[in-house]
């Protein structure tokens, strides 16, 4: 019954007097969050918490999402919002920062309602130009104490901007200043905000002073001395000048963005809704002008609103002029801080927090970067590709590559695992080694430029990996390279070609690495200058050196690039110099002569029927002469692995290793076949002499491996095993000439031409010699091969070098015979 009574009793409530629409609740809680003016307004330092401004503002949002979910079109409270320019306001306190605090609560209350609303707004005008004039607001130089909700404001941007493609310009754009204005503009403005505020003209009193139209408030908010006698003086006799910035700032406009704004302006679905959509531009420009100007100044903001006091509507005539051409001298001003080729307020802003100490705001920058570059929009793109962003990236790699200490032991190095994201705490908050943070925020960087060129558009891509290149490498990596810290400088750069992920990226470290001419050098003759230090590295006295030279090599090699292996080996044997098809016939035993019958037999009919689908210089017919040969190497009494075909044990590791090498190398577009190449009909543009002298070049980098291969018995076993480790890598790419150069024993070479074999019977030649010169030479071979299996340290010793290098030899011999016979198992 109680029950009964209070429905009753609701229901006569409701039709005496009836609940609220949204809309009244909408304008009833701007109405109370505008009354915190009236009634502090000589009282401003009160913090914007300690006000009812926040739940306000809260409750204006919950209304115009609640009002989403009820209608499908945009609703009276949304309209409402953009006809009377309600987030124009809140975009002027937020730069006044009135109260104090009062940004931070503005840029989450419009990150909430772009991130959450159904509807695309920033297209429209009421949206944009405050949103451009917060944008501009957020510079993390100097750092700001409130940069965590810029940043997130920002990053909201870029996504909408990612969600809606079409707004890019209107979103990115630099305002343009104007300085034409009229009364009948002024005299909207002034109703509307009058709407706004609920004040009535009989309020008008010299007390509440914050209720004059918009332009005068935005204008004293900013310099409260304008209208002091000096600085009209002032300001009038600088206007030419002023009024040559002004038109010099609005010619910058391009016909194209003008046109596609106004394109995305008329097909706004709100447009025809509403009745104040489109302000002056120059009203907007002149505001966010302005409130620059008023972040500059350092006067307090009871200042400001005391100001407000002794200006009237009738004595503001040439007031809006004035503030026209401070705006215009205030955009001259500042145009040298935003470069004039980005035109980006948006990417501006974002890269002001790359060097932010909070790793959480320069993260989300980056997030943002990414997203722009991004965003599938040639023009945009390019805007991209020709700001300041290549080189602040680039400058930022460089100083962190700098702070690495020079005690970090280089074997640290590979032990580092990052990313650019927040998913790396170890490393950034636990020391792993001295120096592990530097190294780590190094590693961090460049796993985020390599991200970076991987999924931005190919012009911003190209032209930031350039300028890795150029900045970066050529500049700073290339001259350390001679230095004392060399080996740690080679550890770096190994782990930085190791990491990298992106194609374009990787080429031009390979450019940088072995050049970008694609010709063959002439013994002597040097054209890359880092590739010639780096195979000068390789013979120095330290082995660590070595070793890391070596391993930046087993890595270029890896990442399998076309211009690498082409410049290091490919370019040197692509025309079979090195075979000798003087040599009688019975000293012929290649696989590849078959071939030459099958193509001679092919020049002399044409048969469409025939499709060669594998390749006989991989899998020649005497396959088992030339294991033969590898096995038999070293002399019995030298081995210290009793099974002889123990080679087997090895290939379903090298099975594995080349159905990767065969899946990455698909697309090089090598010749299935070693063919002896027609000198005559040849358009080669090889130098001279390569083709006058009768001997062949190898190039530096085989020359170099090869005289590795012939030293091994005087260097130490960390040297040799990436010597082995890394012909062996060599030995496995499908490449006919190269497989047969290296694989094949039984070939035919002209005199004075090295081979691997060749190397290594040099090699065993010397162990023979050697070894048996000292008491129990087996044993001790027994003994080093157990130590060498079981990874037990031993003193570096001339003898033990002797011993290490033999037992190297013997399974480098079952490796090439491994590989040899993976290949043609692939190719049969």
Not at 343 to 372: F, Q
């Amino acid at each position: 019954m109680i029950s009964g009574i209070q429905s009753a009793l609701k229901n006569a409530i409701d039709v005496i007097a009836p609940p609220a629409t949204p809309l009244q609740d909408f304008t009833y809680h701007w109405k109370q969050l505008m009354n915190f003016y009236v009634s502090h307004l000589t009282d401003c330092k009160v913090p914007v918490q300690n006000t009812n401004i926040p739940r306000h503002l809260d409750v204006l949002l919950e209304i115009l999402l609640q009002e989403e979910k009820e209608v499908n079109e945009p609703g009276p409270c949304l309209e409402y919002l953009l006809q009377h320019k309600l987030l124009d306001l809140l975009a002027t306190l937020a730069s006044a920062e009135t109260p104090p605090g009062m940004r931070t609560v503005c840029l989450a209350f419009l990150r909430k309602l772009l991130g959450r609303s159904k509807y695309p707004l920033l297209h429209h005008a009421s949206i944009y130009a405050p949103i451009q004039r917060l944008v501009a607001l957020c510079n993390g130089n100097p750092p700001s104490p409130i940069e965590g909700e810029e940043v997130q404001f920002l990053l909201t941007i870029c996504f909408l901007v990612c969600k809606y493609p079409h707004v890019t310009n209107i979103i990115n754009d630099a305002p343009i200043v104007q300085t034409a204005s009229n009364s009948t503009k002024k005299d909207n403005e002034r109703t509307e905000i009058q709407k706004v505020t609920y004040v009535p003209t009989r309020r008008r009193t010299n007390s509440n002073p914050l209720f004059e139209p918009l332009d005068t408030q935005a204008v004293t908010l900013i310099n409260p001395n304008l209208f002091d006698k000096e600085q009209r003086r002032l300001l009038r006799s600088n206007r030419s000048f002023k009024t040559t910035a002004s038109s010099q700032g609005s010619s910058r406009r391009s016909n194209e963005s003008i046109s596609s704004r106004e394109e995305s302006m008329s097909s706004s679905p709100l447009a025809q809704k509403s009745v104040c959509d489109s302000p002056s531009i120059d009203t907007k420009s002149n505001e966010q002008w302005k409130e620059k100007r008023q972040d500059s100044s350092g006067n307090k903001i009871d200042e400001h609103l005391q100001n407000l006091r002794d200006l009237r509507l009738d004595t503001d005539c040439n007031v809006y002029d004035d503030a026209s051409y401070v705006a215009a001298d205030n955009q001259s001003l500042k145009s040298p801080y935003i470069p004039e080729k980005s035109k980006c307020l948006l990417l501006d802003a974002l890269m002001s927090y790359l060097n932010s100490a909070d790793n959480t705001v320069r993260i989300r920058a980056c997030e943002g970067i990414m997203v722009l570059a991004s965003l599938d929009d040639p023009s945009f793109a390019q805007t991209v590709a020709r700001s300041e962003l290549p080189s602040i990236v680039t400058i930022r790699l460089e100083n962190l590559f700098n702070a690495i200490p020079a005690h970090v032991d280089h074997l640290d190095i590979y032990n580092v695992d990052v990313t650019w994201g927040l998913d790396s705490p170890l490393w950034t908050k636990e020391k792993k080694f001295p120096g592990c943070r530097q190294v780590a925020a190094f590693f961090m960087w460049f796993d985020y430029c390599d991200q970076l060129i991987r999924e931005a558009q190919t012009e911003f891509a190209e032209t930031l990996a350039r300028t890795i290149r150029v900045m970066f490498l050529e500049r700073i990596v290339t001259p350390a390279l001679v230095d004392h810290h060399v080996v740690l400088i080679t550890a770096l750069v190994t782990k930085c070609l190791k990491e990298i992920t992106s194609s374009i990226l990787c080429i031009e470290v390979s450019y940088w690495l072995v050049g970008q001419d694609r010709d063959p050098e002439i013994p002597n003759v040097w054209t890359s200058p880092v590739l010639h230090r780096l195979i000068e590295n390789c013979f120095t006295d330290s082995n660590d050196l070595t070793v890391e030279t070596l391993k930046l090599f087993e890595e270029a090699i890896d990442k399998r690039s076309e211009h690498i292996l082409h410049c290091l080996m490919l370019n040197y044997l692509s025309t079979r110099a090195y075979y000798d098809n003087t040599a009688a016939d019975s000293a012929i035993a290649s696989w590849s002569d078959e071939e030459d019958e099958r193509e001679k037999e092919k020049k002399g009919f044409l048969d469409l029927s025939y499709e060669q689908n594998h390749s006989r210089t991989l899998a020649p017919s005497n396959i088992h002469r030339v294991i033969n040969c590898f096995l038999s190497l070293m002399p019995r009494y030298l081995q210290t692995d009793p099974d002889v075909n123990n080679y087997e044990k090895y290939m379903p590791a090298w099975e594995r290793q080349y159905s990767s090498v065969l899946s990455d190398c698909a697309l090089m577009a090598w010749p299935l076949e070693a063919v002896m190449v027609d000198d005559s009909a040849s358009s080669d543009s090889r130098p001279e002499a390569d083709h006058c002298s009768g001997r062949f070049y190898m190039g530096p980098f085989l020359s170099m491996l090869f005289d590795k291969v012939s030293n091994m018995p005087r260097q130490t076993y960390e040297v040799n095993l990436e010597v082995t480790g890394l012909i062996s890598r060599l030995a496995l790419l499908p490449h006919p000439y190269l497989h047969e150069f290296l694989l094949n024993p039984l070939l035919p070479l002209i005199p004075g031409t090295k081979s691997l074999f060749l190397c290594l019977q040099k090699v065993v030649k010397q162990l023979v010699s050697e070894i048996p010169k000292t008491a129990e030479s087996k044993t001790m071979l027994k003994e080093t091969r157990l130590k060498l299996l079981s990874d037990c340290s031993q003193e570096e010793e001339k003898e033990n070098i002797l011993y290490e290098s033999a037992i190297v030899t013997e399974e480098f011999s079952k490796d090439l015979a491994a590989i040899a016979y993976v290949k043609y198992h692939h190719s049969i």
